[in-house]
T-cell receptor, first 115, second 111 residues
Framework: DAGVIQSPRHEVTEMGQEVTLRCKPI?????LFWYRQTMMRGLELLIY????????DSGMPEDRFSAKMPNASFSTLKIQPSEPRDSAVYFC?????????????FGPGTRLTVL | AQSVAQPEDQVNVAEGNPLTVKCTYS??????LFWYVQYPNRGLQFLLK????DNLVKGSYGFEAEFNKSQTSFHLKKPSALVSDSALYFC?????????WGAGTKLIIKP
């Protein structure tokens, strides 16, 4: 398996533009997580899905952020409009059932820079 | 609520020396503990986990971790450090359905 795939790897955009980040989880995994990593705040969970259904989006910072999972092999995180403070590395992770002993597998991340 | 603490922002070790990266936790019930490593410009990679059983857990790249219930600690160790071990290390504890992450410890191995 290729692991968790994220695209793009790098994104540079201007304030006010829409940004869409993409994730393909590992085949067969039924949980998908979106994280954000910054120097100031560390690793933050934004939202997670189970069987394509959003379970907890309490970590989504504002209404400008939205996430979807239309099928088991694809998820998007959208920021509209983007702001400079959204600059961060965004990670997608997946896991197979949420048994307490199952680890999460991370993608390589998308480094977002909003100018 | 479950929590995990990594008391050191950075740890410096000379190559060939043993290394320890500290982690303490606070949980209600049995702890399920994890260590991940993040190399520069990469995602987090799973190293090892403690679920139950032997207090010494062996993981990838020669790392091991010692679970100490009385001290509520789960320190990451390696007998002989390599320069290539330089990275950011995260400890995490399972909280019902999610992982609660530590702030991370930057490990620097000097030649």
């Amino acid at each position: 398996d290729a692991g968790v795939i994220q695209s793009p790897r790098h994104e540079v955009t201007e304030m006010g533009q829409e940004v869409t980040l993409r994730c393909k989880p590992i085949s067969g995994h039924d949980y998908l997580f979106w994280y954000r990593q910054t120097m100031m705040r560390g690793l933050e969970l934004l939202i997670y899905f189970n069987n394509n259904v959003p379970i907890d989006d309490s970590g989504m910072p504002e209404d400008r952020f939205s996430a979807k999972m239309p099928n088991a092999s694809f998820s998007t995180l959208k920021i509209q409009p983007s702001e400079p403070r959204d600059s961060a590395v965004y990670f997608c992770a997946s896991s197979f059932t949420l048994a307490q002993y199952n680890e999460q597998f991370f993608g390589p991340g998308t480094r977002l820079t909003v100018l | 609520a479950q929590s995990v603490a990594q008391p050191e922002d950075q740890v410096n070790v000379a190559e060939g020396n043993p290394l320890t990266v500290k982690c303490t936790y606070s949980v209600s019930g049995n702890p399920y503990l994890f260590w991940y490593v993040q190399y520069p410009n990469r995602g987090l990679q799973f190293l090892l986990k403690y679920i139950t059983g032997d207090n010494l857990v062996k993981g990838s790249y020669g790392f091991e971790a010692e679970f100490n219930k009385s001290q509520t600690s789960f320190h990451l160790k390696k007998p002989s450090a390599l320069v290539s071990d330089s990275a950011l290390y995260f400890c995490a504890v399972r909280d019902a359905v999610l992982l609660i992450w530590g702030a991370g410890t930057k490990l620097i191995i000097k030649p």
